[in-house]
C-alpha cells in the first residue's frame, strides 16, 4: 500500500489499524526507519514478528503508542516519567515503564514505549486502539531500512500489509531510557542526549 506522508490516507490507516488489531503483520514508516508492527498484546502475533526478524524472544521488543493516555493503560507512570514524556514525546525516546498484567511477557518483561513524531505510526496506534510493535525492519543484526524497496523481498512477501511512503530522512534509533525516581539509566543513546535529559532532570 502507498501512502504519502505529509497527507496519509485516514480511511485506509483506518482499515490497516483493524488488520493490525486483529493480528495482522506490517511494514510502516517511523521517525527512525522503517518498522516492524502488530498488535502489541497478541502474544501470537507478537511471536509471528520476532519470526518474521528472525529474533530471539530473549532479546524483547518495544511498542508505539498514540498518546500517553494510551501508554498508561499499560504501564505505571510516576511523575518523573510523566513530564519526560510530556517533554520529549512525540519524538525518538523510548521510555521503559513498568508494565501491568494486560501486557504479555513474550512482548517485554516491561512496557517499553514510545509516542512517534510520524504520522503514520501515530495514526495507526490510534486506529488499532493498541500498542503497536516498534521493531526494525530488518533481519536481527542487520543495518535499518529507510525505503521499502531496501527491505528484504522475504521479509516485505512474508508481512501482511506494507505502507510504503517512500525514502525516509536517515536518523538514528531511539534513545532508549530508564527512570526511577529521578535516577536516569541510559541503555541506548541516540537522537535525545543524555545531557538534553539530565538537564530537564536538574530543572
Do not use: H
Amino acid at each position: 500500500m502507498k501512502l504519502t506522508l505529509k497527507n496519509p490516507d485516514k480511511d485506509l490507516l483506518a482499515e490497516v489499524g483493524k488488520k493490525v488489531k486483529k493480528g495482522e503483520t506490517c511494514i510502516y514508516p517511523t521517525e527512525t526507519c522503517y518498522g516492524l508492527g502488530t498488535n502489541a498484546l497478541d502474544a501470537k502475533a507478537v511471536e509471528k514478528i520476532y519470526d518474521i526478524k528472525r529474533r530471539s524472544t530473549k532479546d524483547k521488543l518495544s511498542c508505539v503508542v498514540s498518546s500517553l493516555e494510551q501508554a498508561e493503560r499499560y504501564c505505571n507512570l510516576n511523575e518523573t516519567e510523566r513530564e519526560i514524556c510530556e517533554r520529549f514525546m512525540p519524538g525518538p525516546l523510548t521510555l521503559v515503564a513498568e508494565k501491568k498484567k494486560n501486557v504479555p511477557d513474550i512482548l517485554n518483561e516491561d512496557f517499553v514505549f514510545r509516542i512517534s513524531s510520524n504520522e503514520i505510526a501515530t495514526k495507526l496506534a490510534e486506529e488499532a486502539d493498541v500498542p503497536i510493535v516498534a521493531t526494525s525492519a530488518n533481519f536481527s543484526g542487520a543495518d535499518n531500512n529507510y525505503s521499502v524497496k531496501d527491505i528484504s523481498r522475504i521479509t516485505r512477501e512474508t508481512v501482511d500489509i506494507v505502507l510504503d511512503v517512500g525514502t525516509l530522512e536517515k536518523n538514528n534509533p531511539s534513545t532508549v531510557i530508564k527512570v526511577e525516581d529521578r535516577d536516569l539509566k541510559i541503555f541506548r543513546e541516540g537522537p535525545v542526549s543524555r545531557e538534553e535529559i539530565e538537564r530537564f532532570l536538574s530543572i
